[in-house]
């Protein structure tokens, strides 16, 4: 008992330190952000760059709508998700060779524009990299989810985009909206800002999960990589036409542990 309440003491000390330590870096961080800078010129990106940002933007634009779970319980999320979809076009294309159906979202030229000042913005916050090392990605997070010239401008976008259903919203809801596609827009785009730019850190100082990557790198297992399967089993990865969705299990059902899938997947009467 003497030891297990020694232990208990060291750990709760040891929480309380990381706990003070953690908080004080975020406040000195969140301190430095500046709220109100504006970029003063919008970047340009070659072809192949610009290709890579349209599908990011893409990107955050489908996991808004469709894959995002704080999103989706958010009690006004058919509101929000109507006005989304006021910003891009949206086709779902069925691909022949893997067999399966493919949603195509295509973003609209304003909210591409937002993005590109967005990131015009990332630019110009990434100059303090030398300063902030392994924490320039925490700057850089505060200072876009506190910069008032894009929340506005993001605020305008979204409620100018569909006028019989912003009334709904509030601007606190849409800046909700703001911040979720910020957050996702900054994991999708790290690792562009790694090998285009070199603004972020080497691999191992940035975080816990990018030395996590670099430990899977240098000692790879063979297992998982054999196991690996080239086609993702997922329910919401069936085609909506029947023939298309029978041809879609048939090949699923080649894989290697396709019965166990199948088993968490599906229930007994849609197997049958």
Not at 40 to 66: D, H, P
Not at 138 to 148: D, I, Q
Not at 167 to 193: A, G, H
Request: charged share 25%; glycine share 2%.
């Amino acid at each position: 008992m003497t030891k297990r309440l020694v232990a208990y003491f060291l750990i709760n000390r040891v929480l309380e330190e990381t706990i003070r330590g953690d908080h004080c870096e975020n406040k000195s961080i969140q301190e430095q952000a500046d709220p109100t800078l504006i970029p003063k010129t919008i970047i340009t990106l070659n072809q192949v760059e610009a290709s890579k940002f349209s599908y990011i933007v893409s990107w955050v634009l489908f996991k808004l709508i469709k894959r995002d779970y704080l999103m989706n319980s958010h009690p006004k999320f058919s509101v929000m998700c109507i006005l989304l979809r006021s910003l891009c076009t949206e086709k779902v294309e069925y691909v022949l060779e893997i067999k399966s159906q493919t949603t195509i979202i295509i973003p609209r030229s304003e909210f591409i524009q937002f993005m590109y000042r967005l990131e015009s913005l990332v630019i110009k916050l990434f100059e303090k990299h030398n300063e902030l090392g392994p924490n320039i990605l925490r700057y850089v997070e505060n200072s876009l989810l506190t910069n008032l010239h894009l929340n506005q401008t993001f605020i305008q976008i979204l409620k100018s985009s569909n006028g019989e259903n912003n009334s709904e919203l509030e601007n606190e809801d849409c800046k909700f909206i703001y911040e979720r596609c910020v957050l996702i827009y900054m994991k999708s785009r790290q690792k562009t800002w790694r090998s285009v730019n070199n603004y972020i850190p080497e691999k191992g100082t940035a975080s816990l999960r990018e030395s996590l990557k670099v430990m899977n790198h240098n000692h790879p297992t063979t297992a998982l990589n054999e196991n690996k399967n080239p086609t993702i089993i997922k329910k919401v990865n069936l085609p909506t036409n029947p023939i298309h969705a029978l041809e879609q299990l048939r090949i699923w059902a080649q894989l290697e542990g396709a019965e166990e899938s199948f088993a968490k997947m599906f229930t007994v009467s849609e197997l049958l």
